[in-house]
């Protein structure tokens, strides 16, 4: 599948490992590969980002929001408020008695992060958005329209800055 | 949220998707919230056996989740 990958795309793969060792995760995960897109302004998804006013920073804040409960999304944070879990309470306990950070904090990590599965489900649903397009590779626009299929954070961030995957497939639909 | 917006009763809702997606969430934080609790108690000097009897595992189950920590 990665022969088929232009340069940028991989541009974006290899910088989302760089995002997730620089937060010292143990996983890329969706989130990463989308800081990765909006840190490389030259590619044809970061453009339709920035149009959205999406910036490094805001994802960045995103992800450090959601890492500091533990990885979850606002949707998950919402399904646990649905159980009767208020996360809020949870990580405020464990961080009075654990410290700030807690449920962040990784051990022993090992030397290069692996992909979560979520991140494996983008890497597979490009793939499928690319031959849904006729399109030969598999390219940044087709990183992103996974980004924006697949749930969990990453399209949370989006659907927050109106990037959904309608409107990036008409996106996609007028530039071809 | 798209969807989250009928998440509010995941626990008693009857899709099947809302309830198994609710457990996926919860699964996660008792990952983590493990994974606090058994660096907590390394810190504090418990050994591997003392505690896989508190989360009732096995030492070895515990000792190969956690033990590069």
């Given at each position: 599948m990665f022969e088929r990958f232009t340069k940028a795309a991989r541009g974006i793969v290899d910088e989302a490992v760089r995002q997730a060792e620089q937060a010292a995760d143990v996983e890329v995960r969706p989130a990463h590969m989308l800081a990765a897109i909006v840190a490389m302004p030259e590619s044809r998804a970061a453009t339709m980002l920035h149009a959205h006013g999406l910036t490094v920073q805001e994802v960045a804040a995103a992800i450090a929001e959601a890492e500091r409960r533990g990885g979850l999304s606002d949707e998950e944070v919402e399904l646990l408020n649905g159980m009767g879990i208020d996360v809020a309470q949870v990580v405020d306990r464990v961080e009075s008695v654990h410290g700030a950070g807690a449920l962040q904090k990784r051990w022993g990590r090992p030397k290069s992060p692996r992909f979560s599965q979520a991140a494996k489900a983008v890497l597979h649903r490009s793939l499928r958005e690319a031959i849904d397009l006729r399109n030969n590779y598999i390219g940044t626009e087709h990183l992103l329209l996974a980004l924006a299929a697949e749930p969990g954070l990453a399209r949370e961030i989006l659907f927050e800055h109106g990037v959904t995957y309608q409107v990036l497939r008409a996106a996609n639909a007028r530039a071809s | 949220m798209t969807e989250a917006t009928?998440?509010?009763?995941a626990a008693g809702s009857e899709d099947p998707r809302v309830g198994l997606r609710a457990v996926a969430a919860l699964r996660k934080l008792l990952e983590r919230l493990e994974a606090v609790q058994v660096r907590n108690a390394r810190v504090q000097g418990w050994s591997w056996q003392e505690i896989a009897d508190e989360l009732g595992v096995t030492r070895q189950a515990v000792h190969k989740k956690h033990g590069r920590r």
């Open positions: - | 009928d998440l509010a009763t």
